[in-house]
């Protein structure tokens, strides 16, 4: 019972911290956000189940884009579009003008397309996230467009917010002791590149939940057994997933390889396995397979994606000769910087050695899962966890090649979360002394709300509000003491409920804030009471189960 009671103070921290950053966040801060909301709105109004990748965008979003401030990355739209950087540098008059002049936009311009200068790319994605939003908008067809953005993201961290008892339970199936599940759990409760990945419009809050739900769902038939039930769910859960975000191709391989185990195990019936493989595999076909063969027929390539459509005529070989010129250790890094914590659509980053920090913890509990890889559970996660990155460095071949840049999205690893957190902390606790290894969870609660409470307060709020901007080679520029007090607290929060309508006004806006450092403090001392707790079961220094009395 009081594992159940932990676990859902969790939850209910996670979303208090998540509901923030739906409300700190300004428009469109969130990756490409603009234009995942643009395909939901389209399919709110004008019906259909697919919207082209090249449609226009709806004429009010475009408004937004040129009358409030937009991203870093989006710095090169010409006036009157302005980014944060001198939005907040115009006179408050101007300021006024532009708000007001956005909330007066006739409602008709929500059904009007815009003038093809933006198109809703993000249209080339996987639609289920899509269908689950659309009926949202479709209720709110009235609202002005910042409630309707509101409710969009607010939708979305409900959606996200079920990793939560997933984690714990993924946890608890490769750790054997629920204090370090909970501890995993509340890992991923203070990520802020988790909060920043999923409390925006974006399929990642539903790709999240799913990949972790597969996740668990394998390490539990692994452990228990495969009935044709399970064969189905595990193919159906594939599907969903399929068709929210093509990245669950990396999925296949751990599952393959699942079935492969119970056909070896199982000589006696290895006719029914192959039957449960079948079922598997025809109900992913079943509830995914069309949208991959019409990616197939109307670009030819499975998965549909841009870089993918360009690079359709090279073969492997040849992709794979120019790979070898990629500086891989500066992919990686940037994969691995972009995924602790990449400040939104502006790009923000903190100094290199707070990224090095971590970079010391996970080179530690990288050893630590190689020497815990004789459990067939930490095995297995570390095989779905490999598979992901596979994915990512084959993602860093196909931008490099077709855009000359060596990188991939580090938000994109929050899909296999739960596996990350779970591996990590198994690694940290093979390598510590009995004694210790539960305060194994209270280090990555710190550093991870350091880390957090650190870039809100010094660099994202400065930034979103005008204390500091970017300088000329792009990085930010320090935050002062004289910036802070120039502004003042009540400037802040004014600035930060800008554009957001009467649902976020400055005392919901305080509130918020105030519910996030509760969550984020409770958290913190979660993990300080798992440390000081005598475990029921816990991992051996040499990587198997210890039992304590």
Avoid at 299 to 315: I, N
Wanted: aromatic share 12%; proline share 5%.
């Amino acid at each position: 019972m009081r594992t159940g009671w932990r676990i859902a103070v969790i939850w209910a921290c996670f979303v208090a911290r998540l509901a923030f950053y739906c409300a700190m966040l300004p428009w469109w801060e969130g990756y490409d956000e603009w234009s995942h909301f643009a395909v939901i709105r389209i399919l709110a109004h004008r019906g259909g189940a697919l919207v082209a990748r090249d449609a226009p965008i709806p004429r009010d979003v475009e408004a937004s884009l040129a009358l409030a401030p937009v991203p870093w990355e989006m710095r090169d739209l010409a006036p009157p579009s302005l980014t944060h950087d001198r939005y907040w540098i115009l006179p408050a008059a101007d300021r006024a003008q532009r708000e007001a002049s956005l909330q007066a936009m006739p409602e008709d311009w929500r059904r009007q397309d815009g003038t093809g200068k933006f198109t809703a790319y993000e249209g080339l994605q996987p639609p289920l996230y899509y269908w689950i939003m659309a009926p949202v908008l479709r209720l709110l067809a009235h609202a002005p467009l910042a409630g309707q953005i509101m409710a969009v993201r607010w939708l979305s961290v409900l959606i996200a917010s079920l990793i939560i008892p997933l984690v714990f339970a993924i946890g608890r199936a490769v750790l054997d002791d629920d204090g370090l599940a909970l501890g995993a759990a509340a890992i991923a409760a203070v990520m802020p590149g988790l909060a920043l990945d999923v409390a925006r419009a974006g399929n990642d809050s539903l790709a999240v939940v799913l990949f972790t739900l597969l996740t668990w769902r394998g390490l539990r038939t692994f452990e228990r057994g495969l009935g044709y039930a399970t064969a189905a769910s595990l193919g159906l859960i594939l599907g969903l997933g399929l068709l929210t975000k093509a990245y669950f191709l990396t999925a296949a391989l751990p599952l393959a390889l699942l079935f492969a185990y119970f056909f070896r195990r199982e000589r006696q019936q290895r006719a029914r396995v192959l039957l449960r493989a079948a079922i598997a595999a025809s109900t992913t076909l079943l509830v995914a397979g069309w949208w991959y063969a019409h990616n197939l027929r109307a670009t030819g390539t499975l998965s549909g994606l841009s870089e993918a459509v360009m690079l359709r005529d090279w073969g492997v070989p040849a992709m794979l000769a120019r790979a070898r010129s990629i500086h891989w250790a500066k992919a990686i890094d940037s994969i691995l910087f972009s995924h602790l914590y990449f400040g939104g659509w502006s790009s923000l980053m903190v100094r290199s050695w707070m990224y090095h920090v971590f970079y010391a913890v996970v080179l530690v509990a990288a050893l630590g899962v190689v020497r815990a890889l004789r459990r067939p559970p930490v095995a297995a996660l570390a095989l779905v966890y490999a598979a992901f990155w596979m994915g990512q460095l084959y993602n860093v071949i196909l931008l490099y090649l077709s855009k000359g840049v060596a990188t991939s999205m580090g938000w994109y690893l929050y899909a296999v979360v739960g596996a990350e957190v779970v591996l990590a902390t198994a690694g940290i606790c093979a390598l510590l002394p009995a004694a210790v290894r539960r305060w194994t969870p209270a280090l990555g609660v710190f550093l991870f709300a350091l880390l957090d409470l650190y870039t809100v307060h010094a660099v994202a709020i400065p930034y979103y509000t005008g204390m500091i901007r970017h300088q000329a080679n792009g990085a930010l520029a320090a935050l002062h003491r004289a910036d802070v007090q120039a502004l003042g607290f009540g400037g802040a929060v004014e600035r930060l409920a800008a554009f957001k309508g009467p649902l976020i006004s400055g005392p919901v806006l305080v509130a918020l804030w105030a519910a996030y450092l509760l969550g984020t403090g409770w958290l913190a001392g979660l993990a300080l009471g798992i440390g000081r707790e005598r475990p029921r079961t816990a991992l051996a220094h040499n990587g198997s189960l210890k039992y304590s009395s």
